[in-house]
């Protein structure tokens, strides 16, 4: 089964950063492609990021290109998500997700999920 831990959240200034972390200390994470979702009150958990298990290729929601950058360390079993830029709506808990097919976006597309982690941008 797998198990992933979040870190990193917190709360920021606008245009601030953050960088958040996703591990699973089991040695199957280098096999799965990871992504990061977000959930903000009231609205329904989005596509942020994405990387494909060898860390090759990378996918973005188009809010978010050229201000969040996704990695991976697979000797750490651990993925970023680094956030720069951030704005007051990028305020919302992201959550980790793994084995998902690279390319999907929809969360029911990923079948193992983090337990979240809170990122509030606010001044």
């Known amino acids: 089964q797998v198990q992933l831990v979040e870190s990193g959240g917190g709360l920021v200034l606008p245009g601030g950063s953050l960088r958040l972390s996703c591990a699973d200390s089991?040695?199957?994470?280098?096999?799965?492609?990871m992504g990061w979702f977000r959930q903000a009150p009231g609205k329904e958990r989005e596509f942020v990021a994405a990387?494909?298990?060898?860390?090759?290729?990378?996918d973005y929601a188009d809010s978010m290109k050229g201000r969040f950058t996704i990695s991976r360390d697979n000797a750490k079993n651990t993925v970023y998500l680094q956030m720069n830029s951030l704005k007051p709506e990028d305020t919302a808990v992201y959550y980790c997700?793994?084995?998902?097919?690279?390319?999907?976006?929809?969360?029911?597309?990923?079948?193992?999920w983090g337990q979240g982690t809170q990122v509030t941008v606010s001044s």
């Open positions: 990387i494909n298990w060898s860390g090759g290729m990378t």
């Open positions: 997700a793994a084995a998902g097919i690279f390319g999907a976006r929809h969360a029911r597309d990923w079948p193992y």
């Open positions: 089991r040695r199957t994470f280098s096999t799965y492609n």
